[in-house]
């Protein structure tokens, strides 16, 4: 007759073996050969994650600026170190970790710095830039919140004629002078000289060049908007004329003749990216020397880029922030600088 089961289905009573590879025993699905062969996909995808990350550069600006492109968000490729970390605890291969290793340490040498605090105490000078943006519905309130940084000057891009006199207004009593060439302004607790239009191939006038007459001597203050970036999907990233007018304001500050040089605007487009480099060649990032963080300034409801930059030549940045939103599509950042006495 038969050995009748159990309900564990084993014979004679006695429970049944686990599975040595099943939930029974989840260790050991570490331990068999399948570790080193499962999660393939997830190691190549790490490898072109990290590949991705350090040849940069090497992506082609001639299909749609693509290279542009990665390189205004690059920062945010390390996202793909947690989700794929994840895949490949999941999928239990030793394979994908180790290839993630690759990815997770090209982003910590790209950005692990930023995250460092490099805040110092000290500084002669607060400066703060802001796109306060052409269809702002609440210009006077945009001008209250940039004036109660404390800030000694104020550059602000995109103005339109209508604006211009709110902002005027507002700011007159803390900032008496003001230098003002089609969109862009630099309002000033100093006096203002030399005052001219930056010509940056546009056809109209979006930057402007001054001398701020501060404590601590003359001060050469450039203040410019780049050209927007579109992405088309005819077109792909178009940043032909950003690019252009990139060249030209950069040129303008190499044959500046002052030493201390301040450059505020929204230059649309971030310090990885290579298209700014006649300007970033030679100018420091007050936010990439003197920040905590990415410092992201747009877009103003969750800033995923900074594309607002204070860049200064021969002067010491000491902070660099972030401000809270205004009526803009931007947020206005700050820095405290230090200038050779």
């Known amino acids: 007759m038969a050995q009748a089961r159990t309900a564990g289905g084993a014979r004679g009573g006695r429970p049944a073996r686990a599975d040595r590879t099943g939930g029974g025993r989840p260790r050991a699905a570490w331990r068999d050969g399948g570790v080193w062969r499962r999660g393939r996909v997830i190691a190549v995808l790490a490898l072109l994650t990290g590949l991705l990350m350090i040849f940069h550069r090497a992506v082609p600006n001639r299909v749609g600026n693509l290279g542009s492109l990665l390189e205004t968000f690059l920062p945010w490729l390390g996202l793909a170190v947690p989700v794929l970390l994840a895949a490949a605890l999941l999928r239990r291969s030793v394979t994908a970790l180790l290839v993630l290793l690759l990815p997770a340490l090209v982003w910590a040498d790209l950005f692990g710095g930023l995250l460092e605090p490099k805040t110092a105490a000290g500084g002669d000078l607060t400066v703060l830039t802001h796109n306060v943006d052409a269809a702002n519905p609440d210009p006077a309130g945009t001008a209250r919140d940039v004036a109660r940084s404390g800030a000694a000057l104020i550059a602000l891009e995109e103005l339109t004629p209508k604006a211009l006199p709110v902002y005027e207004h507002v700011l007159a009593a803390r900032y008496p002078y003001r230098a003002v060439e089609g969109t862009v302004a630099l309002f000033s607790a100093y006096p203002l000289s030399a005052t001219r239009p930056v010509d940056i191939k546009l056809g109209w006038t979006r930057a402007l060049r001054t001398t701020a007459a501060t404590p601590y001597g003359p001060v050469a203050v450039y203040v410019a908007h780049m050209p927007s970036v579109r992405v088309r999907f005819d077109g792909g990233f178009t940043a032909d004329q950003r690019d252009t007018s ?20 929204d230059l649309n487009g971030t310090m990885n990216d290579r298209a700014l480099s006649p300007i970033t060649a030679q100018m ?58």
């Open 284 to 341: 420091r990032s007050a936010q990439g020397a003197a920040g905590d963080g990415f410092g992201f300034s747009w877009p103003a409801a969750f800033p995923m880029a900074r594309i607002d930059q204070i860049m200064v030549k021969g002067i010491d940045p000491t902070s660099s922030w972030v401000l809270p939103a205004t009526g803009s599509d931007h947020r206005p950042i700050a820095a405290r600088l230090e200038i050779p006495h």
């Open 246 to 265: 990139a060249t030209a304001l950069g040129n303008a500050i190499a044959e500046e003749r002052l030493h201390d040089v301040i450059l505020l605007g």
